[in-house]
């Protein structure tokens, strides 16, 4: 375990029949590096403790402002989050990130006009290259029922994302976008497509996220019996190549997939 004491960091280390800790100095580059760890982790409380460490170590770098941003938004603290990426984008003005992390915050508190003009902030100073604020608007969009809008802005993200896995994602998101429309065979090309895609890169996680996406979509249109195929498809899936961590969330996204259907 682990606790802030002045400048330093309390590591609590359990030895037979007693406890023993030492006292870490640390500066603002350890203070990120626990955020970090901890956002790893999803302990979103001691990300925040270590963020506000390193925002006060070196108030004008944009690092500890961005971490501190996302521990609040993750807490539902829309405001503090708000605060937070508006000094991140006033220490880093030209910093696409810093844009797309306040309209992140933004669209969490349903400031959507901000939202948009933010992540429209952060594609202009990338030259549009900043994929993720792609997503964003798609989101945007999608959350006041422009589900065409979504798809469009979705083949700009396609379209801008560098690595198949990143484009893929964006295939998703667009079968998700045709389904909120009643449009499933148009989100079935899509899954199918991308699955096709996945399986000639040879990426097996992708494949297999491809299938349970069928599965979904299939539950999704109120086709159950199409559906309890699909993911008893994915059921039987050789995943020996993934790691244990997507092996237990393709197995459990199977079996809930099947006790939906059934």
Known sequence: ATAFCGDGVVTFAPDPG?????VKRFGFETAT???NVAQGLNKWDEVGNAAKRATELSPKSGAGWNLL????LNLHKHAGAVAAFRKYVEMAPNEPNAHDSLADAFLADDQLDRAAAAYQKALDSSGGKFWWSW???AAVKAVRGDFEGARAALAKQREAAIQLADKLHADRLTAWAFVAEGKLPEALKVADASE???SAARLDAQVARAQILRGQLYLAGGKYDQAFQAFTSAKLLNIDALTDGQKKLHRANALAGLAEAA
């Open 196 to 198: 096709v895609a996945a």
């Open 18 to 22: 007693t406890h023993t800790f030492q």
């Open 135 to 137: 997503d964003g608007l």
């Open 33 to 35: 590096q626990v955020a």
């Open 69 to 72: 941003g996302y521990a609040s």
